[in-house]
């Protein structure tokens, strides 16, 4: 599996972005896949994941109402669509798969790392 994030960017807040997760290896279509960030000084934490078919999808409370995760396994591609940003939203997000079909809020439940895309959300 060979992860790559991409999309970030500088916006102001209240602003939109849509991060892409693209995946080298089309048999790993069947992973779910997560979406974390990391602020400068402070630990990576979960934002949301989606199950390999999309069944199941969680958020972090932090996010849910303002992000929307999808995936399109035709292109092994996933998605994290960001709306109404928040300065708080700053940091770089990384996408994860996991090894196997479902997806959660755990880090130790990703094998696979991308190496990240910077959002930085100005006040």
């Not at 279509?29 to 602020?39: E, I, L, P």
């Amino acid at each position: 599996v060979q992860l790559q994030a991409s999309g970030g960017g500088l916006v102001q807040a209240g602003g939109s972005l849509r991060l892409s997760c693209s995946n080298s290896r089309r048999t790993s279509s069947n992973n779910g896949v997560g979406w974390f960030r990391q602020a400068p000084g402070k630990e990576r934490e979960f934002v949301a994941a989606i199950s390999w078919n999309g069944g199941s999808i969680s958020y972090s409370d932090s996010v849910k109402g303002r992000f929307t995760i999808s995936r399109d396994r035709a292109t092994n591609t996933v998605y994290l669509q960001m709306n109404s940003l928040k300065p708080e939203d700053t940091g770089v997000y990384y996408c994860a798969a996991s090894r196997s079909s479902v997806a959660g809020p755990t880090r130790s439940l990703y094998n696979y790392w991308g190496q990240g895309t910077l959002v930085t959300v100005s006040s």
